[in-house]
């Protein structure tokens, strides 16, 4: 499975943001098993934190942007395609404006200062995502196929139909041949659209070295002229031989197209896990990126949904014991019927008249005790966040019942009975998880409560 990694120390880059022309310094730091990738800003009061989600991501007009709450971060592609080719799994971003900085258009400058502060070993197992069947998604000319493998593999092609890009292809072989071979790829523009988009002031912080530039118009010396004004550009600007802008020196025969490679690994990454599957794709970018990350999304949650209709896919006693340090007579979870790690849990609890606290509890008329549903939804809860996670040394994390609220009691359990518990968490950060729980006999619901946990002490 391997271990999950962080980074050693927190390091910091200052740059221009491309739309926004804002500079930025961006501060990557350490974080906690199982943080994930959060970016915060800092130049906001309260630094309010985002985390690097699909389900976070709202807009891919130039870039992939995610906000919460009316907060946003833009252009993060870079910063997350850095992170999944060098295999960090928990850090946290901080960053003083609104946009990260493009620097050279690559990834490289972030590799290098990830590179500057280490990478950290950490006890808890990574997970990842992993396929079982392929499946494809195409939008006109745009198709990605996703496709089983037991590593991470790209394939990729673009065809612009123009004679400095042509149609381009290349391979990923393995995130081993990321740092060398990807990373330093630049974004590439058309002259014709960045003129556009300068005239629009929509890339104020763009520069002419700051991606390739395909010279897609005639230059004329007043032509030359209205760019240097444009752009307030003080260096050469020049017919490219090559097709591009000043005859740039392509870092690779194909980087157009390896550059469009490591934005799809950026954007795939926001699934918060490493994929092991092979994505096959022709003329993608960020929006086809998502949208196949969604579909992805949706094919893990069918699959971790284990039912007895499955054929007895259900976590049984053994496996319940575990997970949990509960014992008899304290273990109040006898079988899960469904589970989604950390999204929701289908529990029950038969209840006997061999439970002891009947012997106490109302003798002559024996009921289940409230607060031991409480407790059922609690271990069920407990169940819902732990489920696949061990530390290095096999050792399953714990979990730690914090607060209860929002209690009401609504029904009698009785002896015979079957208690069954569905719980759904609604929110989990930082190894803490809040969710809501309702116990039912039958069809008719007997208690219900908000609840929060802290898992991995």
Do not use: W
């Not at 990923?172 to 990321?178: G, I, M, V």
């Amino acid at each position: 499975m391997g271990l999950q990694h962080t980074i050693n120390k927190s390091v910091s880059l200052t740059g221009i943001g491309l739309h926004t022309g804002v500079p930025a310094t961006v501060t990557m730091n350490p974080a906690p098993e199982n943080y994930g990738v959060r970016f915060i800003r800092t130049d906001l009061e309260n630094k309010p934190e985002i985390i690097a989600d699909i389900d976070n991501v709202v807009d891919l007009a130039r870039g992939t942007t995610i906000g919460r709450d009316g907060v946003k971060v833009y252009s993060i592609e870079h910063v997350m395609s850095c992170l999944a080719g060098l295999g960090i799994d928990n850090c946290k971003v901080e960053v003083g404006a609104q946009e990260i900085p493009l620097m050279d258009g690559s990834s490289l400058p972030y590799v290098k200062l990830i590179q500057e502060a280490g990478i950290v070993e950490q006890e808890m197992e990574r997970e990842y995502i992993t396929i079982d069947e392929p499946f494809m998604h195409v939008n006109g000319d745009v198709a990605l196929g996703v496709f089983p493998l037991d590593h991470f593999r790209l394939t990729l092609e673009i065809d612009y139909n123009y004679p400095a890009l042509g149609a381009q292809y290349t391979t990923l072989f393995s995130l081993n041949d990321y740092v060398n071979d990807f990373a330093p790829a630049r974004t590439f523009c058309f002259l014709s659209e960045i003129e556009k988009l300068r005239e629009q002031e929509l890339i104020r912080g763009g520069s002419l070295d700051s991606a390739l530039v395909v010279q897609d118009i005639d230059l004329t010396k007043e032509h030359i002229d209205y760019i240097r004004r444009l752009f307030a550009y003080k260096g050469p600007i020049e017919p490219g031989k090559n097709g591009f802008l000043n005859n740039a020196k392509l870092r690779f025969h194909n980087e157009p197209c390896r550059h469009k490679a490591l934005d799809l690994i950026g954007d795939l990454y926001l699934l918060g896990k490493p994929l092991k599957a092979h994505i096959i794709g022709a003329r993608t970018g960020h929006a086809a990126n998502i949208s196949v990350a969604k579909k992805i999304r949706d094919y893990m949650k069918k699959k971790s949904i284990k039912t007895i209709a499955d054929g007895g896919g259900n976590i049984t006693y053994e496996e319940i014991l575990q997970i949990l340090p509960h014992r008899y007579p304290f273990l109040l979870v006898d079988k899960v019927l469904e589970i989604v790690p950390e999204e929701s849990i289908i529990a029950v609890k038969n209840v006997s008249f061999n439970d002891n606290f009947f012997q106490g509890h109302f003798p002559e008329n024996p009921t289940m005790p409230g607060v031991l549903m409480i407790e059922a939804m609690a271990q069920a809860g407990g169940i819902m966040g732990l489920y696949g996670k061990k530390r290095k040394n096999g050792e399953i994390p714990k979990v730690l019942f914090m607060g209860i609220d929002k209690a009401r009691f609504r029904g009698i359990v009785r002896p015979g009975d079957t208690l069954r518990m569905e719980l759904k968490m609604l929110q989990f950060r930082r190894g803490i998880g809040k969710f809501v729980g309702k116990c039912f006999v039958d069809d008719k619901i007997v208690c219900e409560a908000e609840m929060m946990a802290m898992y991995g002490n």
